[in-house]
T-cell receptor
Framework: GAVVSQHPSWVICKSGTSVKIECRSL??????MFWYRQFPKQSLMLMAT?????????EQGVEKDKFLINHASLTLSTLTVTSAHPEDSSFYIC?????????????FGPGTRLTVT | GESVGLHLPTLSVQEGDNSIINCAYS??????FIWYKQESGKGPQFIID?????DKRQGQRVTVLLNKTVKHLSLQIAATQPGDSAVYFC?????????FGTGTRLTIIP
């Protein structure tokens, strides 16, 4: 159980266009999802926390108007990179937190490789 | 071991030997710690976790040790196998958010 999927797994887009990445919890409901960005040979950096039915909370230095996050249901969160530029090329990973139980559990998706040309 | 910086530390271990990966965490208020394994092009995979009120936890072939006095976490992998080759990250949970360490690349020597 506790599977998180992402779509697409990789995407190439032209500079100036927008790209939407989907994150789904397949067999559980997630009131909270997280979006991370990972550059080559570096660690995961939290971009934002997404709560179902409310606005996302962005980490310092992350532009909320550039990285639009929508968490419309308990199983789906989307990240839209608007007006993408080559420096936005990265590996974007989402995670979903199990909403029940006393133990904190966060499950990660397989990631989406974004290349902006 | 892991540390803040731009270089990914590496650890090379002979197949069959034990591996020890270290991590220094930063926030004394962190209440939960997790080790993740990440293979190339994939998302992090949960290995083992430990709460701050514990100092040791064992899983299958893995053991996590927590020393809160010096804010140090380690992951021990017994009888390392080729499939253990990956980058290993520690993560600390503070106020329900995870902060990841820089990672250690584990390479297995046949």
């Amino acid at each position: 159980g506790a599977v998180v999927s992402q779509h697409p797994s990789w995407v190439i887009c032209k500079s100036g266009t927008s790209v939407k990445i989907e994150c789904r919890s397949l067999d559980f409901q997630a009131t909270t999802m997280f979006w991370y960005r990972q550059f080559p040979k570096q660690s995961l950096m939290l971009m934002a926390t997404s709560n179902e039915g409310s606005k996302a909370t962005y980490e310092q230095g992350v532009e909320k108007d550039k990285f639009l996050i929508n968490h419309a249901s308990l199983t789906l969160s989307t990240l839209t990179v608007t007006s993408a530029h080559p420096e936005d090329s990265s590996f974007y990973i989402c995670s979903a937190r199990v909403s029940s139980g006393s133990r904190y559990e966060q499950y990660f998706g397989p990631g989406t490789r974004l290349t902006v040309t | 071991g892991e540390s803040v910086g731009l270089h990914l530390p590496t650890l090379s271990v002979q197949e069959g030997d034990n591996s020890i990966i270290n991590c220094a965490y930063s926030n004394s208020a962190s209440d939960y710690f997790i080790w993740y394994k990440q293979e190339s092009g994939k998302g992090p995979q949960f290995i083992i976790d430990i709460r701050s009120n514990m100092d040791k936890r064992q899983g299958q072939r893995v053991t996590v040790l927590l020393n809160k006095t010096v804010k140090h976490l380690s992951l021990q992998i017994a009888a390392t196998q080729p499939g253990d080759s990956a980058v290993y990250f520690c993560a600390e949970n503070t106020h329900e958010k995870l902060t990841f360490g820089t990672g250690t690349r584990l390479t297995i020597i046949p």
